[in-house]
T-cell receptor, first 113, second 112 residues
Framework: DSGVTQTPKHLITATGQRVTLRCSPR?????VYWYQQSLDQGLQFLIQ???????AKGNILERFSAQQFPDLHSELNLSSLELGDSALYFC????????????FGPGTRLTVT | QKEVEQDPGPLSVPEGAIVSLNCTYS??????FMWYRQYSRKGPELLMY????GNKEDGRFTAQVDKSSKYISLFIRDSQPSDSATYLC????????????FGKGTRLSVIA
């Protein structure tokens, strides 16, 4: 158990809908990362926050947004969902901003029908 | 061409075999190289980390980086069924400033 929690574990929704994925980092970790994992693309970095501030951005679609709250938990919002958004979404955390040692949560499996 | 290429496998070996997992990359500026292990239905976990070229050993695992060939390897000695997982290579210019770039992962099965 990495200490990173993600909810929900599974999410099934329809095209055009909006969902929110939640992540609680390990105790003491200030940095949170979001990744998307699919068979086609592998594990792709989406966005990173450090202590509430956006730190780095990857190939995150404009339909997606994230934030990190004062209690350090983070939410990833996905809107106008398309079939191609079906994937595993992982949250990871680290003590310092931008670390090779990232602790991953168990993921949220999103299915868009 | 993707920045990081990794053969997806699957790779199936008998227990006790030596396993070699590899990645190639195109960006010669990468300096930090990692191997993550991902068990089924779990998130990835860091297995090994190497900076620049050279070898690093940790128990049954050895990571090698050849920057001149843009090629990294992970060797697993005396492989065990518990090593069955997907292995993802990852690399970065500088983790403090740039995100990790992952390979797609190689699925390994070690058969008892």
């Amino acid at each position: 158990d990495s200490g990173v929690t993600q909810t929900p574990k599974h999410l099934i929704t329809a095209t055009g809908q909006r969902v929110t994925l939640r992540c609680s980092p390990r105790s003491g970790d200030l940095s949170v990362y979001w990744y998307q994992q699919s068979l086609d693309q592998g594990l792709q970095f989406l966005i990173q926050y450090y202590n509430g501030e956006e730190r780095a951005k990857g190939n995150i679609l404009e339909r997606f947004s994230a934030q990190q709250f004062p209690d350090l938990h983070s939410e990833l919002n996905l809107s106008s969902l398309e079939l191609g958004d079906s994937a595993l979404y992982f949250c990871a955390s680290s003590v310092v901003p931008g670390s090779y040692e990232q602790y991953f949560g168990p993921g949220t499996r999103l299915t868009v029908t | 061409q993707k920045e990081v290429e990794q053969d997806p496998g699957p790779l199936s070996v008998p227990e006790g075999a030596i396993v070699s997992l590899n990645c190639t990359y195109s960006n010669s500026a990468f300096q930090y190289f990692m191997w993550y292990r991902q068990y089924s239905r779990k998130g990835p976990e860091l297995l090994m980390y190497t900076y620049s070229s050279g070898n690093k050993e940790d128990g049954r695992f050895t990571a090698q980086v050849d920057k001149s060939s843009k090629y990294i390897s992970l060797f697993i000695r005396d492989s065990q069924p518990s090593d069955s997982a997907t292995y993802l290579c990852a690399m970065s210019l500088n983790p403090g400033n740039t995100p990790l770039v992952f390979g797609k992962g190689t699925r390994l099965s070690v058969i008892a």
